[in-house]
């Protein structure tokens, strides 16, 4: 041939050329279905991706209610003990904590679950020691109003007691006041006879007798007499004779001691005629340890 043309060799390039487009072609298919793959799973990562977030949110959201419930559920919890209020004060601040807490990934939501598991587990023991301690207080209650009961019962039998004691003694008192029996007042003349009339009249005698009394105290006793005249004033010697009777102090006009033995005891005091003594009706009180224990009376006439 002519030139040192082949014609071999221009078959062999029309095969290559020929089998070039075929591995284009393979090669075009083998990235279209890694592109597809690719695709796939980055959908059902995405839609996974998706699940789990939908998932976390719903557990996020979940835990955060029953964080709110478990806050009601301590903030009903009342209890009159100090230690126990500060315990329980602690725990309501780990709920706010936790509530201001973005769980955002599974082991955060682990931690919370654990954590509200725990809350709940001291919960339970807090009302268990709170009813305990509400059950105790019941009964100590119920021991108190027993007890104040009691010592009402006891104030009102002493108050009754006493009553019943100063009343005693108020009888017992007035039982033990000795009294005057058989007053006989008697104006005398100079010949010591009995006589009404002023003009006549040299003294006064008061005759009377101190009863019998087992219960009253013996020894010496003071009788004070006051003779009181028709205008209200008291026959005296001295305005220094002065004794008590009761919160008072009042003018005697002559007194008189003896030894009482718990028996009769007849007895005479004497007043001088100084120029006190005026007409018309006089009034004679008897007084004993500050007590009235007896009267009298008589008449002065002008002539």
Do not use: W
Not at 198 to 216: D, G, H, K, Q, Y
Request: glycine share 4%.
């Amino acid at each position: 041939m002519e030139n040192g043309e082949n014609p071999i060799d221009h078959n062999n390039t029309g095969e290559v050329k020929k089998r070039q487009p075929v591995g284009l072609f393979v090669l075009a298919g083998i990235l279209t279905t890694a592109l597809a793959a690719l695709i796939i799973i980055y959908f059902v990562q995405r839609n996974n991706m998706i699940e789990m977030e939908i998932f976390l949110t719903e557990e996020k959201d979940s835990l955060a209610n029953e964080l709110v419930m478990l806050k009601q559920g301590y903030d009903t919890l009342k209890t009159n003990n100090d230690t126990l209020n500060a315990k329980l004060e602690v725990e309501q601040n780990k709920i706010e904590r936790l509530l201001s807490i973005n769980a955002s990934n599974a082991q955060l939501i682990r931690t919370y679950k654990k954590e509200i598991s725990t809350m709940r587990e001291i919960m339970k023991s807090y009302i268990v020691q709170i009813d305990s301690l509400n059950t105790r207080n019941k009964i100590l209650i119920a021991e108190n109003t027993q007890i104040r009961e009691q010592i009402t019962r006891v104030e009102r039998t002493n108050e009754e007691l006493s009553r019943v004691s100063e009343e005693l003694s108020s009888k017992v008192e007035i039982a033990s006041v000795i009294q005057a029996k058989e007053i006989i007042p008697q104006p005398l003349n100079k010949k010591r006879k009995e006589t009404d009339r002023l003009s006549r009249m040299e003294n006064l005698m008061v005759c009377f007798t101190l009863r019998e009394n087992p219960i009253a105290d013996a020894g010496k006793k003071t009788v004070f007499m006051r003779v009181v005249r028709p205008d209200g004033l008291v026959v005296t010697r001295s305005p220094d004779n002065l004794f008590d009777v009761g919160d008072d102090t009042m003018i005697f006009t002559e007194s008189r001691t003896v030894d009482y033995l718990n028996q009769d005891v007849e007895m005479c005091i004497y007043v001088d005629n100084n120029g006190d003594f005026i007409e018309g009706n006089y009034t004679v009180y008897l007084y004993l340890d500050g007590i009235e224990i007896g009267t009298g009376a008589f008449i002065l006439a002008r002539n």
